[in-house]
């Protein structure tokens, strides 16, 4: 750590009653540096950087020391605490959707932070808040200062929520996962202009995230947490190339990575075993779709969603769905399992046509689908116990009841290496990736021909994200399945899938073999989607960082 210490957290316990969450934490972060803590859900990442702001959730209290710019935060009263906060220290959070008021304008949102934290009128206000949405790069600021959140992308959003993280010209930013639910092509400008506000401004950054591709590119020092403890504190370059913990290299070990980017590794070296793979052959394909378009119809006006998209999946194929949020991945999907009807073309579901189907004969194919929620959490009632989620489907289609309900969930559950008295349970008192085993499970309920996989894995950690995807390898060779695996993270694509196609805008933009499309792409879109993958290695993911290049932000800018 280089310059002058802006965040010093030494001995920090954070406890709930008797129970004690966070032990014996120390991180230093100096102004001018990002600082990534690292680690698996619970490991005391998020309370960590809440602490800093005395926001740690009801029922917590905190112990040992915590200076910001020279200020105790421990045992500091909410009104020693409020100048600070947004000044000298201001969060972003990992979801912009919960973050801003969906009913109110985002200009009224950032004027209203504005002038919290100074005096100012509320025309010079509004001046500044266009000013700081052009800062963060929304496009025409002084129109869509007086637009709500939900006419923004999620890409925008997040932007906005860091224009309100900076109208207080905050020494230290804390980012608490800012680009998990983001596109690869989103989260890379979302870094950009990070690492730009820090370099003009010369603010520090302690920023929260699993993802260790995120990490490799915009660092300068790691902190390893796990179960409430500092596992390891190393330079960014160090800690990837020698870990000194055993943690620490399994986390590195279960990151996916892409191909390395040369057109020449396609033609000189030999087929790798993704490259090998070949679909059964059947006769009959589970899914054909030939010209299909899909037009939403709202308020009186029509958006194509989809156009001319054509698409065949083997038995027991995988083919990844890729591309930007709104370029028809979701829709595509749905549109396979009959749940958005076509405006034109044909999607063959098992060798029968969906046009035309009653609700009754879509029911019936139906039997042979599964669909796995990107919103794992919303998708399973929290009042229901695993046994009543998971043998939804086994009742619906009066497939079993009783006791054999309850032995076919309990086989399903060992599936997916859960134990079966977990039926009892219900999805409150599980994990992040337990749930996720959960979803597979009820998807698996009628051994389904078709899966269709929305980013199952894009809220978990690293190491929990390498778990589940080898369970779907093992449940996929077991059960037989094909998948349409929809996913905005091209390295896990490239891991379980064996084509991709490539969708921007709703149209197709190439197609083929996993490994082909990825080695060497022939569309630029393919291409910048793949460049935007942050790579968990720093010296191939960015240049090392000037620090001598920042200047301030702002005149009067503090630091």
Known sequence: ??????????????????????????????????????????????????????????????????????????????????????????????????????????????????????????????????????????????????????????????????????????????ADEPTTALDVTVQAEILRLLQDLQRRNNTAILFITHNLGVVAAIADRVVVMRAGEVVETQPVRELFANPREEYTRELLAAVPELPEDTAEAVTSEPASPAESREPVTEPEPVLRIRDLSVVYRRHGKQFQALQDVSLTLAPREVVGLVGESGSGKSTLGRTALGLVPAAAGEVVLQGVPLTGLSQRELRGLRKHVALVHQDVTASLDPRRTLEDSIGEPLRVHRVASGALLRAKVGGLLESVRLPRDYATRRPGELSGGQRQRVALARALALAPRLLVADEPTSALDVSVQARVLELFADLRAEYGFACLFISHDLAVVHQVADRVLVLREGRMVESGPVETVFRAPNAEYTRRLLDAVPAPDPARSRPAKDLSARVPLVSGARG
């Open 1 to 174: 750590m280089t310059g002058e210490t802006l965040l010093d957290i030494r001995d920090l316990a954070v406890r709930f009653a008797a129970r004690t969450v966070v032990h014996g934490v120390n991180v230093q972060v100096a102004r001018g540096e990002t600082v990534a803590l690292v680690g698996e859900s619970g490991s005391g990442k998020s309370l960590t950087a809440r602490a800093v702001l005395g926001l740690l959730p009801a029922g917590a209290t905190a112990t040992g020391s915590i200076r910001l710019d020279g200020t105790e935060i421990i045992g500091a009263t909410d009104n020693d605490l409020r100048p600070l906060r947004g000044t000298r220290a201001a969060m972003v959070f990992q979801e912009p959707q919960t973050a801003l008021n969906p009913v109110r304008r985002i200009g009224s949102q950032i004027i209203e932070a504005l002038r919290a934290h100074r005096p100012i009128g509320r025309a010079q206000a509004r001046a500044r808040a266009i000013e700081l949405l052009g800062l963060v790069d929304i496009p025409e600021p002084d129109k869509r200062v007086d637009w709500y959140p939900h006419q923004l992308s999620g890409g925008q959003k997040q932007r906005v929520v860091i224009a309100l993280a900076l109208s207080g010209d905050p020494d230290l930013l804390i």
